[in-house]
Nanobody, 122 residues
């Protein structure tokens, strides 16, 4: 099994910055991809914010391009989301997602963190 622990959420004023972290631990043989999703208040679906694969290629939602940066530390099995120029519409619960292969050689792409609240005030 793989466990994810997120940190770094909080309350910030519009225009401010926050950095989220997500550390993966457990029976990890390899991590294929790491990503951040968010679920805004009143919305039922989580949306992809950013993702990064093992080779380092990244992908961003149009709404955060130029403001957010995803990165990963392979040695620590940790993914980060640097969020700058935050807007009230960025307010959401942010979830870390990992696609990994365990030592039992089982691949799963639905490992999720517990979520961390990001609130941006206007």
């Amino acid at each position: 099994q793989v466990q994810l622990v997120e940190s770094g959420g909080g309350l910030v004023q519009a225009g401010g910055s926050l950095r989220l972290s997500c550390a993966a631990s457990g029976s990890i043989f390899s991590i294929n991809a790491m990503a951040w999703f968010r679920q805004a208040p009143g919305k039922q679906q989580r949306e992809l914010v950013a993702s990064i694969i093992s080779g380092g290629s990244t992908n961003y939602a149009d709404s955060v391009k130029g403001r957010f940066t995803i990165s990963r530390d392979n040695g620590k099995n940790t993914v980060y989301l640097q969020m700058n120029s935050l807007k009230p519409e960025d307010t959401a619960v942010y979830y870390c997602n990992v696609a990994a292969v365990t030592y039992a050689r089982v691949y799963k792409n639905d490992y999720w963190g517990q979520g961390t609240q990001v609130t941006v005030s206007s």
